[in-house]
Nanobody, 115 residues
């Protein structure tokens, strides 16, 4: 059974940093695009960053230069390093693994940035 489990969320002051992790089980993550999305209260889920199976990366404009996605395929884990956090980064962050017809989401981890 495929599972994605996020961790690393929490409460941080503006300007601080957090690193989120997403551990994949039941799947070889190296074959998939791994991505992070987020959903703030009352808003739609939005794309944050992705890392393809060929290691190319893309970022939402709102996080470019502050967030960095990386992956360790040996550990089946993808990371999201978040620096210079802002209150508007407050959201539930979700991990996603997808390729062709396969599409799996994690349960999410809360990130709260206080001003």
């Amino acid at each position: 059974q495929v599972q994605l489990v996020e961790s690393g969320g929490g409460l941080v002051q503006a300007g601080g940093s957090l690193r989120l992790s997403c551990a994949a089980s039941g799947v070889t993550s190296g074959r998939y695009t791994m991505a992070w999305y987020r959903q703030a209260p009352g808003k739609q889920r939005e794309f944050v960053a992705r890392s393809s199976s060929s290691d190319s990366t893309n970022y939402a404009d709102s996080v470019k230069g502050r967030f960095s996605i990386s992956r360790d395929n040996n550990k089946n884990t993808v990371y999201l390093q978040m620096n210079s956090l802002k209150p508007e980064d407050t959201a539930v962050y979700y991990c996603r693994a997808y390729h062709l017809k396969f599409d799996k989401w994690g349960q999410g981890t809360q990130v709260t940035v206080s001003s």
